[in-house]
Protein backbone atom coordinates (compact mmCIF):
# COMPACT_ATOMS: atom_id res chain seq x y z
CA UNK A 1 0.00 0.00 0.00
CA UNK A 2 1.28 3.72 -0.73
CA UNK A 3 2.22 5.56 1.93
CA UNK A 4 3.38 9.14 1.82
CA UNK A 5 5.11 11.06 4.70
CA UNK A 6 5.93 14.61 4.63
CA UNK A 7 8.18 16.36 7.15
CA UNK A 8 8.10 18.28 8.55
CA UNK A 9 4.29 18.78 9.24
CA UNK A 10 4.57 22.48 11.12
CA UNK A 11 7.21 24.78 10.28
CA UNK A 12 7.67 28.22 11.67
CA UNK A 13 10.02 30.84 9.96
CA UNK A 14 10.85 34.24 9.24
CA UNK A 15 10.68 36.17 6.27
CA UNK A 16 13.83 36.53 4.21
CA UNK A 17 14.58 32.40 5.44
CA UNK A 18 14.93 29.93 2.79
CA UNK A 19 14.03 26.41 3.55
CA UNK A 20 13.26 23.11 2.15
CA UNK A 21 10.36 20.82 3.06
CA UNK A 22 10.41 17.01 2.03
CA UNK A 23 7.52 14.60 0.49
CA UNK A 24 8.54 10.82 0.64
CA UNK A 25 7.10 7.83 -0.73
CA UNK A 26 6.73 3.97 0.02
CA UNK A 27 6.31 2.69 -3.41
CA UNK A 28 7.65 3.63 -6.83
CA UNK A 29 5.27 6.38 -8.79
CA UNK A 30 5.29 8.24 -11.63
CA UNK A 31 3.38 11.54 -11.08
CA UNK A 32 3.65 13.79 -7.70
CA UNK A 33 1.83 16.60 -7.20
CA UNK A 34 2.18 19.54 -4.32
CA UNK A 35 -0.89 21.53 -3.77
CA UNK A 36 -1.23 24.64 -1.18
CA UNK A 37 -4.34 25.52 0.46
CA UNK A 38 -5.65 28.47 2.69
CA UNK A 39 -7.59 28.28 5.31
CA UNK A 40 -10.96 27.45 5.29
CA UNK A 41 -9.94 27.58 1.45
CA UNK A 42 -9.62 24.08 -0.70
CA UNK A 43 -6.66 23.13 -2.36
CA UNK A 44 -4.86 24.66 -5.02
CA UNK A 45 -2.69 22.51 -7.77
CA UNK A 46 0.84 23.99 -7.79
CA UNK A 47 3.13 21.32 -9.29
CA UNK A 48 2.72 18.27 -10.71
CA UNK A 49 6.37 16.60 -11.44
CA UNK A 50 6.14 13.70 -14.09
CA UNK A 51 9.34 12.00 -13.84
CA UNK A 52 12.90 11.96 -12.36
CA UNK A 53 14.77 14.76 -12.44
CA UNK A 54 11.63 17.21 -12.99
CA UNK A 55 12.06 20.28 -11.44
CA UNK A 56 9.40 22.82 -11.49
CA UNK A 57 9.84 26.69 -10.03
CA UNK A 58 7.05 29.38 -9.52
CA UNK A 59 7.93 32.53 -7.89
CA UNK A 60 9.30 31.79 -4.39
CA UNK A 61 8.84 27.73 -4.73
CA UNK A 62 10.97 25.66 -6.30
CA UNK A 63 9.65 21.49 -6.80
CA UNK A 64 11.90 18.94 -7.78
CA UNK A 65 11.48 15.23 -7.78
CA UNK A 66 13.94 12.00 -7.98
CA UNK A 67 11.78 8.99 -8.07
CA UNK A 68 14.92 6.55 -7.37
CA UNK A 69 14.95 8.27 -4.03
CA UNK A 70 10.90 8.13 -3.97
CA UNK A 71 11.16 11.86 -2.69
CA UNK A 72 10.57 15.20 -3.59
CA UNK A 73 11.32 18.48 -2.69
CA UNK A 74 9.78 21.74 -1.95
CA UNK A 75 12.05 24.87 -1.66
CA UNK A 76 11.26 27.97 -0.72
CA UNK A 77 13.34 30.94 -1.21
CA UNK A 78 13.30 34.27 0.92
CA UNK A 79 9.93 33.36 2.34
CA UNK A 80 7.40 36.13 2.33
CA UNK A 81 4.08 36.14 4.59
CA UNK A 82 1.89 35.15 1.92
CA UNK A 83 3.25 32.07 1.62
CA UNK A 84 1.75 31.23 4.65
CA UNK A 85 -0.80 27.69 3.72
CA UNK A 86 -0.42 24.20 4.58
CA UNK A 87 1.29 22.45 1.32
CA UNK A 88 0.52 18.85 0.94
CA UNK A 89 2.01 16.73 -1.52
CA UNK A 90 0.14 13.64 -3.63
CA UNK A 91 1.72 10.59 -5.66
CA UNK A 92 0.35 8.00 -7.64
CA UNK A 93 1.82 4.47 -7.54
CA UNK A 94 2.57 3.20 -10.33
CA UNK A 95 1.00 0.26 -12.39
CA UNK A 96 -1.24 -0.09 -9.55
CA UNK A 97 -4.22 1.94 -8.79
CA UNK A 98 -4.75 5.19 -9.95
CA UNK A 99 -5.93 6.86 -6.95
CA UNK A 100 -3.95 9.84 -5.23
CA UNK A 101 -2.55 9.30 -2.23
CA UNK A 102 -2.05 12.37 -0.11
CA UNK A 103 0.38 13.37 2.52
CA UNK A 104 -0.62 14.99 5.79
CA UNK A 105 0.08 18.48 4.48
CA UNK A 106 3.23 20.86 6.63
CA UNK A 107 1.83 23.92 7.65
CA UNK A 108 3.99 26.89 7.22
CA UNK A 109 3.78 30.26 9.26
CA UNK A 110 6.02 32.76 7.88
CA UNK A 111 6.49 35.74 10.77
CA UNK A 112 7.30 38.91 9.54
CA UNK B 1 -14.10 29.08 -17.60
CA UNK B 2 -16.15 27.94 -14.22
CA UNK B 3 -14.76 25.98 -11.61
CA UNK B 4 -15.42 22.96 -9.38
CA UNK B 5 -19.04 24.01 -7.30
CA UNK B 6 -19.69 22.05 -4.40
CA UNK B 7 -23.47 22.26 -2.84
CA UNK B 8 -24.07 23.30 0.08
CA UNK B 9 -21.15 24.82 1.71
CA UNK B 10 -22.07 24.40 4.78
CA UNK B 11 -24.44 21.79 6.55
CA UNK B 12 -25.20 21.04 9.94
CA UNK B 13 -26.85 17.37 10.41
CA UNK B 14 -27.35 15.05 13.91
CA UNK B 15 -26.52 11.44 14.01
CA UNK B 16 -28.41 9.21 12.46
CA UNK B 17 -29.00 11.40 9.75
CA UNK B 18 -28.46 10.98 5.87
CA UNK B 19 -26.96 13.97 3.68
CA UNK B 20 -26.15 13.95 0.03
CA UNK B 21 -23.92 16.45 -1.00
CA UNK B 22 -23.27 17.94 -4.58
CA UNK B 23 -20.27 18.37 -7.01
CA UNK B 24 -20.29 20.17 -10.68
CA UNK B 25 -17.13 19.66 -12.42
CA UNK B 26 -15.46 21.80 -14.57
CA UNK B 27 -17.16 21.89 -18.01
CA UNK B 28 -15.98 18.52 -20.20
CA UNK B 29 -14.13 16.93 -17.15
CA UNK B 30 -15.45 13.56 -17.10
CA UNK B 31 -13.62 12.46 -13.67
CA UNK B 32 -15.13 13.31 -10.20
CA UNK B 33 -13.33 12.52 -7.19
CA UNK B 34 -14.14 13.01 -3.56
CA UNK B 35 -12.24 13.70 -0.46
CA UNK B 36 -12.66 13.66 3.37
CA UNK B 37 -10.64 16.11 5.11
CA UNK B 38 -10.11 16.03 8.87
CA UNK B 39 -7.64 17.51 11.46
CA UNK B 40 -6.75 14.12 12.30
CA UNK B 41 -6.88 11.87 9.49
CA UNK B 42 -5.88 14.53 6.60
CA UNK B 43 -6.91 14.13 3.33
CA UNK B 44 -8.72 10.52 2.51
CA UNK B 45 -9.67 9.10 -0.47
CA UNK B 46 -13.55 8.60 -0.78
CA UNK B 47 -14.09 7.22 -4.33
CA UNK B 48 -13.88 8.67 -7.91
CA UNK B 49 -16.08 8.32 -11.04
CA UNK B 50 -15.20 8.83 -14.27
CA UNK B 51 -18.60 8.50 -16.99
CA UNK B 52 -20.57 7.57 -14.79
CA UNK B 53 -18.96 4.53 -13.34
CA UNK B 54 -17.18 4.42 -9.81
CA UNK B 55 -13.34 3.96 -10.80
CA UNK B 56 -11.78 3.60 -7.51
CA UNK B 57 -12.67 3.62 -4.21
CA UNK B 58 -11.38 4.45 -0.95
CA UNK B 59 -11.71 2.75 2.62
CA UNK B 60 -14.72 3.49 4.00
CA UNK B 61 -17.82 2.25 4.96
CA UNK B 62 -20.64 1.29 2.69
CA UNK B 63 -22.76 4.28 4.13
CA UNK B 64 -20.64 6.63 2.56
CA UNK B 65 -21.88 6.20 -1.48
CA UNK B 66 -22.04 8.48 -4.44
CA UNK B 67 -22.68 8.32 -8.45
CA UNK B 68 -22.13 10.13 -11.32
CA UNK B 69 -24.47 11.79 -13.96
CA UNK B 70 -24.45 11.22 -17.37
CA UNK B 71 -23.36 14.95 -17.55
CA UNK B 72 -20.38 14.20 -15.07
CA UNK B 73 -22.47 15.98 -12.12
CA UNK B 74 -21.77 13.91 -9.07
CA UNK B 75 -23.37 13.33 -5.58
CA UNK B 76 -21.87 12.08 -2.65
CA UNK B 77 -24.50 10.46 -0.03
CA UNK B 78 -23.91 9.42 3.67
CA UNK B 79 -25.92 7.05 5.67
CA UNK B 80 -26.37 7.01 9.67
CA UNK B 81 -24.32 9.23 10.44
CA UNK B 82 -21.86 9.44 13.02
CA UNK B 83 -20.17 12.15 14.99
CA UNK B 84 -16.89 11.17 13.22
CA UNK B 85 -18.32 12.04 9.61
CA UNK B 86 -17.77 15.60 10.54
CA UNK B 87 -15.14 16.91 8.11
CA UNK B 88 -14.78 18.73 5.09
CA UNK B 89 -16.10 17.02 2.03
CA UNK B 90 -13.73 18.22 -1.13
CA UNK B 91 -14.64 17.23 -4.58
CA UNK B 92 -11.98 17.80 -7.31
CA UNK B 93 -12.30 17.18 -11.10
CA UNK B 94 -9.78 16.42 -14.19
CA UNK B 95 -10.00 16.13 -17.85
CA UNK B 96 -9.15 12.40 -17.61
CA UNK B 97 -9.02 9.61 -14.76
CA UNK B 98 -7.87 11.35 -11.78
CA UNK B 99 -4.72 9.58 -11.33
CA UNK B 100 -3.70 10.66 -15.19
CA UNK B 101 -4.41 14.39 -14.76
CA UNK B 102 -4.67 17.20 -12.95
CA UNK B 103 -7.27 17.97 -10.53
CA UNK B 104 -9.17 20.98 -9.80
CA UNK B 105 -10.64 20.88 -6.47
CA UNK B 106 -13.51 22.64 -5.41
CA UNK B 107 -14.43 24.89 -2.33
CA UNK B 108 -16.13 21.83 -0.06
CA UNK B 109 -18.83 21.26 1.86
CA UNK B 110 -18.43 21.83 5.51
CA UNK B 111 -20.26 19.06 7.27
CA UNK B 112 -21.06 19.28 10.72
CA UNK B 113 -22.52 16.01 12.92
CA UNK B 114 -24.01 17.22 16.32
Known amino acids: ELKVEQNPLFLSMQEGKNYTIYCNYSTTSDRLYWYRQDPGKSLESLFVLLSNGAVKQEGRLMASLDTKARLSTLHITAAVHDLSATYFC????????????FGKGMKLTVNP | KAGVTQTPRYLIKTRGQQVTLSCSPISGHRSVSWYQQTPGQGLQFLFEYFSETQRNKGNFPGRFSGRQFSNSRSEMNVSTLELGDSALYLC?????????????FGPGTRLTVT
Open chain 2, 92 to 104: ASSLVAAGLGEQY
Open chain 1, 90 to 101: AVRAQGGSEKLV
